[in-house]
């Protein structure tokens, strides 16, 4: 009998939901799930080179913390509870920022196994983006 790809738990590797301008995020709290980075098509549009698109959920917050010490609203598997859109961005300070992360995590998480401490993840990232003059930030 043949293996069925939903035993794995392999992930497809695509961004979902319908597309939103960076603008129409700006102030809002969201969670960012999952992010794309590569070449952009628009030469000379940033520094970097490079486009990132992220997977962003509009969830509910709550004012408190759940047990896990998340604010975001979950449905009974544990995922956040909200739509899903797509962004994309050009932001080379967005663009590091994430790469940064990633890069501090994986830090983290070889400290933790030394320790024989459990592994930590990126995503979910509860976050505000904000735009101060021309450039956009985390916060």
Known sequence: MGMRICDLNVQPDFIIGR????DELFDRRILIEKVIIDKSNFDGKN???LCMQMQVC????N???DAAGDYFTKDKDGNPVGERRSCFTGSDILIDTIKRAETR???INKA????GLPKQSL????TTIVKIGKCFQFT
């Open 19 to 22: 597309s939103i301008g960076i």
């Open 47 to 49: 520094s970097s080179g």
């Open 58 to 61: 509009l969830a509910t917050f």
């Open 63 to 65: 004012q408190q913390p």
């Open 105 to 107: 995590v994986a830090e």
């Open 112 to 115: 933790n196994a030394e320790k």
């Open 123 to 126: 995503f979910p990232i509860d």
